[in-house]
């Protein structure tokens, strides 16, 4: 990539990972939940799983996968049923003071969530095939500086969530008002497995 490119694909990268999604969702609970500080693992993993979804984007391996219907399907049932049980769990999450660890999503949980985000796999698939020609495809540098790119770009993107959702945290002192929040931020969640299917 010259610069011109690269600035594109960063810019391209920072609007992927900003807009509203699954991720996004989990990045803001958890920022309520714990935040900045102690979330700070959430946004990092997410960014880096979605870093290595492009380096393998890069080398056709999204399109290998789109390719076979049982994983195609596999992925899904496996992704719904991550995505539901992640909903349980904020769902379920109390006030900030009275159990601060139970709505964390941390960087393991938020890496591996990337493979099962459907939005995740369509940039993944978007960013080889618009940013990349076909001779770059076995390029392994190429690809691992499209990896390192989108993650730089992606986590400040997590990062700018994760400090609303500790914003967010200042008006949910009582029960009421958490129990509020965490289940809006539940059905969000559980609302997306419908971006599964489509």
């Given at each position: 990539m010259d610069t011109g490119q690269t600035l594109a694909f960063l810019l391209f990268a920072f609007?992927?990972?900003?807009?509203?999604?699954?991720?996004?969702?989990?990045?803001?609970?958890?920022?309520?939940?714990?935040?900045?500080?102690?979330?700070?693992?959430?946004?990092?993993?997410?960014?880096?799983?979605?870093?290595?979804?492009?380096?393998?984007?890069?080398?056709?391996?999204?399109?290998?996968?789109?390719?076979?219907?049982?994983?195609?399907?596999?992925?899904?049932?496996?992704?719904?049923?991550?995505?539901l049980w992640l909903a349980w769990k904020i769902a379920n999450a109390g006030t900030v003071e009275a159990d601060g660890q139970r709505g964390v999503v941390g960087f393991r949980q938020a890496f591996l969530f990337q493979w099962l985000n459907p939005k995740g796999w369509l940039v993944a698939l978007s960013a080889g095939s618009t940013f990349l020609v076909s001779s770059q495809h076995a390029d392994a540098r190429g690809a691992l500086w499209m990896g390192a790119l989108f993650a730089a770009a992606a986590f400040p993107a997590g990062f700018v969530w994760l400090v609303l959702g500790a914003l967010v945290a200042q008006f949910l002192r009582t029960p009421r008002s958490a129990r509020f929040f965490n289940i809006a931020m539940a059905l969000a969640l559980a609302l997306s497995v419908a971006l599964v299917w489509r």
């Open positions: 609007i992927a990972a900003v807009t509203p999604g699954p991720s996004n969702t989990l990045v803001l609970s958890t920022g309520a939940a714990v935040g900045t500080l102690r979330g700070i693992g959430c946004p990092l993993g997410a960014s880096l799983g979605m870093g290595a979804m492009i380096v393998l984007s890069a080398f056709g391996v999204g399109e290998i996968v789109a390719a076979a219907p049982a994983i195609v399907i596999a992925m899904k049932l496996a992704g719904s049923l991550f995505l």
